[in-house]
């Protein structure tokens, strides 16, 4: 795949769509970003949100707290994830941070 048309797919990537939730049988919280009408599924998983807020306990409010205060963060690095290539859903774990 060229250099633009990976840019074109990032680019192309948005997350107009503020709900997130935990879903405690993948240990993640998961939110969604679209790509023109389609719905792309994302999870970040616990320890990656443990990354970005040390010292946090492993509630649902607090993950879904984590995942709030740093949503610009984590929309960066799901779109870069993105940008590598189609899959059913993505999964951001603390390397891609």
Not at 1 to 28: G, I
Not at 66 to 78: E, G, T, Y
Not at 83 to 89: D, E, I, L, M, Y
């Amino acid at each position: 795949m060229s250099k633009c048309v990976k840019e074109r797919r990032a680019m192309a990537l948005r997350f107009p769509n503020k709900s997130r939730f935990y879903d405690a049988s993948r240990r993640a919280v998961r939110f969604w970003g679209y790509d023109s009408a389609m719905e792309i599924v994302f999870f970040i998983t616990e320890d990656a949100l443990r990354c970005l807020q040390p010292g946090m306990r492993f509630s649902e409010a607090e993950l879904l707290g984590a995942f709030d205060a740093n949503r610009d963060l984590i929309h960066a690095a799901a779109t870069k994830v993105y940008a590598r290539g189609r899959k059913g859903s993505y999964d951001l774990a603390s390397t891609a941070l």
